[in-house]
């Protein structure tokens, strides 16, 4: 009887889950393009990156879709619409921005084309606009430092988006044009170093304020600290003027001569006390 040889008999292969499935919160990944913190340019390269990392750059970069009466046309409508709808574009752009994508039919390609008409039209117009408020914003009209260099580099990445790209000498150079004269030792520092770059110069600041504030707290203690009243070294000296109760009576000490216990007698004697009525009329006698 002859022996069954399975060993070299071809297997159907096992398909294999695509890795876009995988997928449940790509928020985590990529952040929602609202057009100033995160601008398009910045959702660009991160979407683009992940888009290969998951196999679907073919559904975005213009790749001819199967007919669909090919056999992988259903496979590749559900893909679309992952990367399309909840998992991909829609939920990393802001409400603003998806109210003007959203549309009935559409594929990832059409979203990822809109989005382009949306960020790269009127490009000379918008490069203006972004031109000024560049130039224009300074530290006294931002919060805090670190707002004033992140308005600064959105800024720059918008500018980007417009094919007006800001390099990094132009970036350090407005940047410390807009700061007060409290970092003129500083900003000095800065343009006597030869290509510095903006973290370098943004670490520098950074640390310059850690050292104003640390002045600053050091001079608000020593006032606290002389204002204090300190406590005398001396026992004051004890009070020795009389109290009400301790008032001495000009009458009763005189009373204690001869004639204490005279009163019984109309006061006749020397100590004996009278009222002001009788004293004014022995006066007027007299």
Not at 155 to 178: M, W
Request: proline share 4%.
């Amino acid at each position: 009887m002859a022996k069954d040889d399975t060993s070299g008999s071809s297997q159907k292969p096992v398909n294999t889950l695509h890795p876009a499935y995988s997928v449940t919160n790509v928020q985590t990944k990529i952040r929602t393009l609202d057009g100033t913190k995160v601008t398009y340019s910045s959702w660009i390269k991160l979407f683009k990156l992940h888009a290969t990392a998951y196999k679907v750059s073919s559904h975005i970069d213009g790749t001819k879709a199967p007919e669909s009466t090919a056999n992988d046309y259903a496979e590749w409508k559900e893909i679309d619409a992952l990367v399309l709808q909840w998992i991909w574009i829609y939920s990393t752009i802001s409400d603003d921005i998806l109210v003007r994508v959203l549309a009935t039919n559409s594929t990832a390609r059409d979203a990822w084309v809109k989005l382009e008409k949306i960020y790269l039209s009127n490009k000379k117009s918008r490069a203006a606009a972004l031109e000024t408020k560049f130039c224009n914003l300074t530290l006294a009209a931002c919060s805090s430092l670190d707002d004033y260099c992140e308005k600064l580099k959105h800024l720059a990445n918008q500018l980007e988006d417009v094919d007006h790209p800001v390099i990094d000498s132009h970036l350090v150079l407005q940047l410390i044009r807009g700061l007060p004269p409290e970092y003129d030792s500083t900003t000095s520092i800065i343009n006597q170093t030869a290509d510095v770059t903006w973290d370098l110069a943004t670490s520098m600041l950074k640390e310059e304020l850690i050292r104003q504030e640390a002045r600053q707290n050091h001079s608000s203690t020593v006032l606290i600290t002389s204002a204090t009243p300190q406590p005398h070294s001396q026992t004051p000296a004890p009070n020795t003027s009389p109290t009400n109760n301790q008032t001495p009576n000009y009458y009763s000490q005189r009373g204690r001569g001869r004639g204490q216990g005279r009163t019984n007698r109309g006061g006749r004697g020397r100590g004996g006390c009278r009222d002001s009525s009788q004293q004014s009329t022995a006066y007027q006698n007299q």
